[in-house]
């Protein structure tokens, strides 16, 4: 069975830094990868997914995430990131054949100015 | 765009009582999802259902049930609610059987059992 691990639960930064954020995912077949985001009491609205192809790819608000199938890793990148980036991030895997949505545990992004 | 509705942003039950959580999407969506949310475990598959009056467990289906009679509707029900049940309670929706299909959500309902 799959499982998503988001090692860092929070993430402190300055406005105009930039951020990275880790998810690391074990599963013994293909996976479909999604990185979603929740703004302050809303549900969640996806960021980006990677389902195959090129390993980087683009998302809404400027982000990218990067798939590492040696590292089995799907790490969320901004190079500067804005007060409005403030919400917590999730990070999901899906194994090919099935439907449901596995998710890791989050990691809040605080912006600072 | 698709919209999710939850009946309920707020709700405050009392231990032992039949709750039900509304669930409704606007865009003719094959799937659909409950997931709770709690702090530090991010969001766990409840239910979820794949067509009308179908229905399948996800990975904490204790203790809940679900219905779907009509496509555009799934209902959350926590026969006797008990303290533990207390979190946020997330409804969401995609298009197709395929993975690939971003799932939509609600903006939750936050169930405190007291």
């Known amino acids: 069975a799959q499982s998503v691990t988001q090692l860092d639960s929070q993430v402190p930064v300055f406005e105009e830094a930039p951020v990275e954020l880790r998810c690391n995912y074990s599963?013994?077949?293909?996976?479909?990868l999604f990185w979603y985001v929740q703004y302050p009491n809303q549900g969640l609205q996806l960021l980006l997914k990677?389902?195959?192809?090129?390993?980087l790819v683009k998302g809404i608000n400027g982000f990218e995430a990067e798939f590492n199938k040696s590292q089995t890793s799907f790490h969320l990148r901004k190079p500067s990131v804005h007060i409005s980036d403030t919400a917590e991030y999730f990070c999901a895997v899906e194994e090919l054949g099935f439907q449901k949505l596995v998710f890791g545990t989050g990691t809040r992004l605080l912006v600072s100015p | 765009d698709v919209k999710v509705t939850q009946s309920s942003r707020y709700l405050v039950k009392r231990t032992g009582e039949k709750v039900f959580l509304e669930c409704v999407q606007d865009m003719d969506h094959e799937n659909m999802f409950w997931y709770r949310q709690d702090p530090g475990l991010g969001l766990r598959l409840i239910y979820f259902?794949?067509?009308?009056?179908?229905?399948e467990k996800g990975d904490i289906p204790e203790g809940y049930s679900v219905s779907r009679e009509k496509k555009e509707r799934f209902s959350l029900i926590l026969e006797s609610a008990s303290t533990n049940q207390t979190s946020m309670y997330l409804c969401a929706s995609s298009l197709i059987a395929s993975g690939s299909d971003e799932q939509y959500f609600g903006p939750g309902t936050r169930l405190t059992v007291t």
């Open positions: 259902s794949y067509d009308v009056k179908m229905k």
């Open positions: 599963s013994s077949v293909s996976v479909y």
């Open positions: 990677y389902l195959s192809g090129s390993t």
